[in-house]
């Protein structure tokens, strides 16, 4: 299972800090996934063998013009791991457009109909349970919170969207075991079966375009194969 992070100067603690805990909670990987105007410099390799686990780069569009979304994406595209785009003014457009893989928090800004998880599912655009202000809030914007995410539970499940699941910690202090999100999980509605595939799914999104983007990927089921010549 993988966890989606936000590493200092996006959030306030760096990639290895991010990773030394996920590793000591079990988690497989990390997705840096820090917005586009405060990346985060690391070296991923480095952190990978000294915590044990894989380290996913991202990118998290935040902008409300679809224009300038577009040329972003283009552009980390071929750069990133797993491109996501901040859910709010451009939820329509980040569910339309076939090279972004997650829509983050799509709720929190902003809203999912039916029509627009129906895009999501034609365009595989993975809607985010982002369990942060869930797990972080008190009072009516945690309800608001939990009332959003069963709304997108009941989507999701109704077309068989493609969905992840993450905590969207930007500290490590504020990551949790992936015990504690199942218990979060279950004031939204999900079962464990479903928070994990939720969690598992970034690992696979990232495996998956790591496969496209690596010179033996010509297109889905065609890769150039390697043949010794006859003496």
């Not at 457009?93 to 999501?120: I, Q, S, Y």
């Not at 599912?121 to 959003?148: C, K, M, S, T």
Request: one cysteine or more.
């Amino acid at each position: 299972m993988y966890e989606a992070v936000h590493a200092r100067p996006d959030g306030e603690a760096t990639v290895a800090r991010l990773a030394r805990t996920a590793a000591d909670y079990g988690y497989e990987g990390v997705v840096v996934r820090n917005h586009g105007d405060a990346r985060a410099e690391y070296d991923a390799e480095a952190v990978a063998d000294e915590y044990g686990l894989d380290v996913v780069s991202a990118i998290e569009i935040r902008t409300d013009d679809p224009g300038q979304a577009g040329g972003l994406i283009s552009n980390y595209r071929s750069k990133v791991d797993v491109v996501c785009v901040h859910g709010g003014p451009l939820n329509r457009f980040a569910v339309e457009e076939p090279k972004v893989d997650v829509l983050a928090h799509p709720m929190r800004d902003g809203d999912v109909n039916h029509v627009l998880t129906k895009a999501a599912v034609e365009n595989g655009v993975h809607l985010e349970f982002n369990l942060g202000r869930v797990l972080q809030a008190d009072g009516g914007p945690r309800v608001q919170a939990i009332q959003g995410l069963q709304k997108l539970r009941e989507l999701v499940e109704t077309y068989d969207a493609p969905f992840v699941v993450s905590a969207d910690a930007a500290s490590h202090l504020e990551l949790r075991a992936p015990r504690e999100l199942y218990a979060v999980g279950e004031a939204v509605g999900f079962d464990r079966e479903t928070v994990e595939a939720g969690l598992r799914a970034w690992g696979e999104l990232a495996e998956r375009n790591r496969r496209r983007r690596s010179e033996r990927f010509i297109e889905p089921g065609v890769r150039i194969e390697e043949h010794e010549e006859d003496p």
